[in-house]
Each structure stands twice: as structure tokens, then as C-alpha cells.
């Protein structure tokens, strides 16, 4: 049952949709994971440190390359948006001057995508990245909000109820102190509504933050 609260002059629909994540389900990457949220679901795969091309070649950290494929089709203007994002969100995370004139390549393929697909990538690479185990500064994690047109805030919306809300947020958030690393906006808002979806998106990492450490407590350790 959906949870309304009532903060101020704004109400929000305070749940997340119920999780879901598998480890090192591919044998070619250095690292991967599937990541779930409701009905959409997104596969994300680690290769390197590699050896890099002269031309993408850093000389002081890692290059690091985004690719994301819809489910059917050919990568379009969509994808390559939430490639920066998550390009941007990766690179503030990760320890990439420990490995300079290196590459480091984040392949995503959308399963389905049933609303907060960039969030879902966001975890998805997230997790990927751990199973890799590359260094990084902070975990992050990925929340979507929508205002629809009453007003209300609903987290993590399905494709339906983005599709009828007149703004929707994502936004990368770090397991330091929630602070934001990266967001995407589209539609009309005020600015007390962005800040008070960005409230309501840094309570809800904290679900997804604990959902991390419960999925690598049970990956490796034994009672």
C-alpha cells in the first residue's frame, strides 16, 4: 500500500518499489550485476582496467567509456543523455588516478523499463562497479521522483506515472552524506519542488544504500 505523507504545502507518495539484484552473472566482464526495481530491470557489465587506445589516453587516470543499449533498436538521443549522466556519476565516484593510461568500459543493456530507468542504470552500474572491485571514493546510488499534476511527489513512478506527471527528477546521490553528484531534470517546477524532491530523494537512498549492504552481507558472509 502506497505510504502519503504531507511536508509543508507538498504531499508525496513515500515508497520505492521492491528490489532485486544478482552478482557476477556474466563470465566475460571484470564485474557485473542485474538490477531490478519493479518491472524494470537493467544488466550492467565491467571491463578493466584495460589497456586504452593512444587517442582516449589520459596520462594522469583511467578513461572511462559508457555505453547503454535500449531493449530493442539502435542507441538513440535518449541513451546517449544517460550516458553522460552516468558517466559523470561514475567519475566522481571512482578512484581513477590510481590507474592512469588505463580504460575502464561500463557496458548497460535495458531488460525492460517500467519508469526510472536512469536510476535503475545508476544502481545497476553501481553494483557492477563493486563486483569489479574498483576503487572508488563513495558508493552511489540512483533516485527518481515525479510531480504530477496535483502536486504530489511520487517516488521511483512507474512509465505510466512518469508519462503523466509534468516534471520528473533522477538524481545520483553518494553513501557519504546524500550529497547530490549528478541530476536530470525534465518538465516544469518550482524551485521549493526541486528541493523538496531532492529531500525526498536522499531519505530514499537510505533504503537502497541498506539494500547494498544486505545484498554483499549475504553474497559473503555465511551464518
Same mark, same amino acid.
Given at each position: 500500500?502506497?505510504?502519503?505523507?504531507?511536508?509543508?504545502?507538498?504531499?508525496?507518495?513515500?515508497?520505492?518499489?521492491?528490489?532485486?539484484?544478482?552478482?557476477?552473472?556474466?563470465?566475460?566482464?571484470?564485474?557485473?550485476?542485474?538490477?531490478?526495481?519493479?518491472?524494470?530491470?537493467?544488466?550492467?557489465? !565491467?571491463?578493466?582496467?584495460?589497456?586504452?587506445?593512444?587517442?582516449?589516453?589520459?596520462?594522469?587516470?583511467?578513461?572511462?567509456?559508457?555505453?547503454?543499449?535500449?531493449?530493442?533498436?539502435?542507441?538513440? !538521443?535518449?541513451?546517449?543523455?544517460?550516458?553522460?549522466?552516468?558517466?559523470?556519476?561514475?567519475?566522481?565516484?571512482?578512484?581513477?588516478?590510481?590507474?592512469?593510461?588505463?580504460?575502464?568500459?561500463?557496458?548497460?543493456?535495458?531488460?525492460?523499463?517500467?519508469?526510472?530507468?536512469?536510476?535503475?542504470?545508476?544502481?545497476?552500474?553501481?553494483?557492477?562497479?563493486?563486483?569489479?572491485?574498483?576503487?572508488?571514493?563513495?558508493?552511489?546510488?540512483?533516485?527518481?521522483?515525479?510531480?504530477?499534476?496535483?502536486?504530489?511527489?511520487?517516488?521511483?513512478?512507474?512509465?505510466?506515472?512518469?508519462?503523466?506527471?509534468?516534471? !520528473?527528477?533522477?538524481?545520483?546521490?553518494?553513501?557519504?552524506?546524500?550529497?547530490?553528484?549528478?541530476?536530470?531534470?525534465?518538465?516544469?517546477?518550482?524551485?521549493?519542488?526541486?528541493?523538496?524532491?531532492?529531500?525526498?530523494?536522499?531519505?530514499?537512498?537510505?533504503?537502497?544504500?541498506?539494500?547494498?549492504?544486505?545484498?554483499?552481507?549475504?553474497?559473503?558472509?555465511?551464518?
Amino acid at each position: 500500500m502506497m505510504q502519503v505523507t504531507q511536508s509543508g504545502s507538498f504531499q508525496h507518495a513515500a515508497v520505492l518499489r521492491e528490489f532485486g539484484c544478482e552478482h557476477s552473472l556474466l563470465s566475460r566482464p571484470d564485474g557485473s550485476a542485474s538490477f531490478v526495481q519493479g518491472d524494470t530491470t537493467v544488466l550492467a557489465g !565491467v571491463y578493466g582496467p584495460a589497456e586504452v587506445m593512444v587517442s582516449k589516453e589520459s596520462f594522469d587516470r583511467a578513461t572511462l567509456e559508457v555505453t547503454l543499449k535500449p531493449k530493442v533498436g539502435m542507441p538513440g !538521443v535518449a541513451e546517449r543523455s544517460k550516458e553522460q549522466c552516468i558517466r559523470q556519476t561514475c567519475e566522481a565516484a571512482l578512484l581513477t588516478r590510481l590507474h592512469p593510461r588505463t580504460s575502464i568500459t561500463l557496458s548497460l543493456q535495458t531488460v525492460h523499463d517500467d519508469g526510472a530507468l536512469l536510476a535503475c542504470c545508476l544502481n545497476a552500474a553501481c553494483m557492477a562497479l563493486m563486483d569489479a572491485g574498483l576503487p572508488m571514493h563513495c558508493l552511489f546510488c540512483g533516485v527518481c521522483c515525479a510531480i504530477d499534476q496535483q502536486g504530489t511527489i511520487k517516488l521511483d513512478p512507474t512509465a505510466r506515472e512518469e508519462k503523466e506527471s509534468r516534471a !520528473v527528477m533522477t538524481f545520483a546521490l553518494d553513501s557519504t552524506d546524500c550529497r547530490v553528484m549528478m541530476s536530470s531534470t525534465k518538465g516544469s517546477y518550482t524551485a521549493a519542488e526541486l528541493q523538496q524532491c531532492i529531500a525526498v530523494c536522499q531519505r530514499a537512498s537510505e533504503s537502497i544504500f541498506q539494500f547494498y549492504r544486505d545484498s554483499v552481507s549475504r553474497r559473503y558472509c555465511k551464518a
